[in-house]
């Protein structure tokens, strides 16, 4: 598998993830208890294993991307900027996700099978942790929109087929 064809799946496969953790949110299905908590923990391992590839890649060999020619100049500044702060903020969210598991006063396991978290924390500690796991995902959602944005802009804009960059080849052809 090539570089780009990895980065592809990743890409992919992070941003739903991410769109699981915007739509389920652990309040909004606390009727499942343990359950929701649970699922929320092995997501998040799955969507921690992405990051660490793709920081992997990131950090072994740089962007993938380059600003394209046809860019403008405050786009082409901003290119690499932006794609940094995507890969650092992914890394924040599950960093801060794993700090607050960590501290929760309870025990985790991922889909309530494997031990992730031994549940010796503190209330007051797990509480800040996961007020700042919340905050860096509602970071992250920003910067993922401003991303988007971003992209479809220089796709149907500026016209340099940005979309068929990391699309996958069977959707070249909507493109």
Do not use: C
């Amino acid at each position: 598998m090539t570089r780009r064809t990895a980065l592809k799946w990743l890409h992919w496969i992070a941003f739903g993830l991410m769109a699981y953790f915007f739509f389920v949110e652990p309040e909004n299905v606390r009727q499942l208890g343990g359950a929701a908590l649970a699922t929320h923990a092995g997501m998040g391992t799955i969507l921690a294993i992405v990051v660490a590839l793709w920081m992997t890649m990131y950090l072994r060999k740089g962007l993938a991307s380059r600003a394209g020619p046809k860019l403008p100049g405050w786009a082409r500044a901003t290119h690499g900027v932006m794609h940094r702060a995507m890969m650092w903020g992914s890394f924040a969210v599950v960093l801060s996700g794993a700090l607050a598991g960590f501290a929760a006063p309870y025990a985790i396991a991922l889909f309530g099978v494997i031990p992730l978290f031994p549940g010796r924390g503190g209330k007051g500690v797990h509480d800040t942790l996961t007020e700042l796991h919340e905050l860096t995902f509602d970071v992250m959602l920003i910067g993922i929109a401003v991303h988007v944005v971003f992209h479809l802009w220089r796709h149907y804009a500026v016209r340099d087929n940005a979309l068929r960059i990391m699309a996958p080849k069977v959707l070249h052809k909507y493109l």
